[in-house]
C-alpha cells in the first residue's frame, strides 16, 4: 500500500523564523508529489513535483524531490502569521493506479507573532 | 476568476433525507472530484470524472451517487443520509488527471442527525 509520511506532525515558530515540513513516501509507481496548503477552507495548490534536484520557488516558499531517497521538503523563510496553515503532502500514482492520490497526514504550522 | 464553486456551505439533514451538493468549475478542467475530510483521516476520494461523460468510483463510494452533468458541472447525490456521512465535502478539478494539480472549492459542511 501506497503511504506517505509527513513530519513534523505539528511546529510552533515566531514570526521571521525558517521552517522545513518534511515528506517521505513509500510508493510503487510515483508520478508526482504535490503540497497543498489548508487554512480552514479548501486545500490550496501550493507546488508539483516530478523530477529530482529540481527547487521550486514561489516567494519565500521552495520545495524539492529526491526520487532516489523518496522524499521531498517544503522551506518557508521569514514565516508570517499568515503561513499558520495544515501542509498536505501529496503522491500521485502513475501506473496502475494512473492519477490515484494518496494524502499524507499534514504538518500544522502555528506561526506567532 | 471564480475556480470552483462548491453550494451549499453547510447543510444540516436528517437521517434518511437525500440532498444532492452542487460544483461548478470555469477553468475548462476536463477532471473533476468529490472528496471527504474527516478529523484524523485526511481526504478520502469518494467518485471521480477523469472527462465529462465518465464517473468512477473511488476508495469511499458507498451511499452517494454522481452525475457529470456537463463539463462545469459535478454534482454529488446523498439518496438517505447517515449520520456516518456528517464530513466536510470538497470538490475539486484539474486539467487532466494524473497530469495535472487538483484545483479545490472551499468545501461543505454537512450534519446528519
Known amino acids: 500500500e501506497d503511504k506517505v509520511v509527513q513530519s513534523p506532525l505539528s511546529l510552533v515558530v515566531h514570526e521571521g523564523d525558517t521552517v522545513t515540513l518534511n515528506c517521505s513516501y513509500e510508493v510503487t509507481n510515483f508520478r508526482s508529489l504535490l503540497w497543498y496548503k489548508q487554512e480552514k477552507k479548501a486545500p490550496t495548490f501550493l507546488f508539483m513535483l516530478?523530477?529530482?534536484?529540481i527547487e521550486k520557488k514561489s516567494g519565500r516558499l521552495s520545495s524539492i524531490l529526491d526520487k532516489k531517497e523518496l522524499f521531498s521538503i517544503l522551506n518557508i523563510t521569514a514565516t508570517q502569521t499568515g503561513d499558520s496553515a495544515v501542509y498536505l503532502c501529496?503522491?500521485?500514482?502513475?501506473?496502475?493506479?494512473?492519477?490515484?492520490?494518496?494524502f499524507g497526514q499534514g504538518t500544522i504550522l502555528t506561526v506567532h507573532p | 476568476n471564480a475556480g470552483v464553486t462548491q453550494t451549499p456551505k453547510f447543510q444540516v439533514l436528517k437521517t434518511g433525507q437525500s440532498m444532492t451538493l452542487q460544483c461548478a468549475q470555469d477553468m475548462n478542467h476536463n477532471s473533476m472530484y468529490w472528496y471527504r475530510q474527516d478529523p484524523g483521516m485526511g481526504l478520502r476520494l469518494i467518485y471521480y470524472?477523469?472527462?465529462?461523460?465518465?464517473?468512477d468510483k473511488g476508495e469511499v463510494p458507498n451511499g452517494y451517487n454522481v452525475s457529470r452533468l456537463n463539463k462545469r458541472e459535478f454534482s454529488l447525490r446523498l439518496e438517505s443520509a447517515a449520520p456516518s456521512q456528517t464530513s466536510v465535502y470538497f470538490c475539486a478539478s484539474s486539467k487532466d488527471r494524473g497530469r495535472s494539480p487538483l484545483h479545490f472549492g472551499n468545501g461543505t459542511r454537512l450534519t446528519v442527525t
Open positions: 516530478t523530477s529530482s534536484g
Open positions: 501529496v503522491f500521485m500514482a502513475g501506473g496502475t493506479s494512473y492519477g490515484k492520490l494518496t
Open positions: 470524472s477523469a472527462s465529462e461523460g465518465t464517473t
